[in-house]
């Protein structure tokens, strides 16, 4: 099959509104709106790295809900902003408790894990809510 052609069936099927094509248009506005969370972060980060997270993690949240609402799920039509920033940004709140518990339960119960080991279970923390994030957006927000 040629490249284009394989493009194009990769193409309509992200423009799809089933399951996989949502989960990958879902990883592509996390990627956006990580680039959101680094320009905010270095904009504010004079101020102190707590500032630079804080601004960033606000910043990259509105970005990413809003993206999800239009892109994602494609629940514009039927779901207002201030719904989608409002379950959006709760569920990122959690999540963020979530892996910081996580996190902080691992150092605790296996405080010798090596950094290999401690990066693992990082991607598979984040991989974890990530996923549980996006199916309660996509079940219970949009």
Same mark, same amino acid.
């Not at 101020?47 to 606000?58: D, H, R, V």
């Not at 509105?62 to 779901?79: D, K, M, P, Q, S």
């Given at each position: 099959m040629p490249c284009t052609a394989w493009a194009g069936r990769?193409?309509?099927s992200l423009r799809g509104?089933?399951?996989l094509a949502q989960?990958?248009?879902f990883a592509l506005v996390g990627g956006c709106s990580n680039v959101g969370y680094v320009v905010s972060f270095m904009a504010v980060s004079g101020?102190? %790295?707590?500032? *630079?997270?804080? /601004?960033?993690?606000?910043v990259s949240t =509105? #970005?990413?809900?809003?993206?999800?609402?239009?892109?994602?799920?494609?629940?514009?039509?039927?779901?207002r902003?201030?719904?989608a920033q409002w379950g959006g940004g709760g569920l990122a709140l959690a999540g963020l408790l979530i892996s910081t518990g996580t996190l902080a339960g691992l150092a605790f119960?296996? %405080?010798?894990? *090596?950094?290999? /080991?401690?990066a693992g279970a990082v991607i =598979? #923390?984040?991989?974890?809510?990530?996923?549980m994030r996006f199916l309660a957006l996509r079940g219970f927000v949009f």
């Open positions: 990769v193409m309509r509104d089933h399951l989960l990958a248009r101020i102190g %790295p707590l500032a *630079g997270n804080i /601004a960033g993690s606000i =509105a #970005i990413a809900n809003e993206l999800h609402r239009r892109l994602t799920f494609r629940a514009a039509g039927r779901v902003w201030f719904t119960w296996a %405080p010798g894990l *090596g950094e290999a /080991a401690q =598979a #923390i984040m991989a974890t809510v990530g996923g």
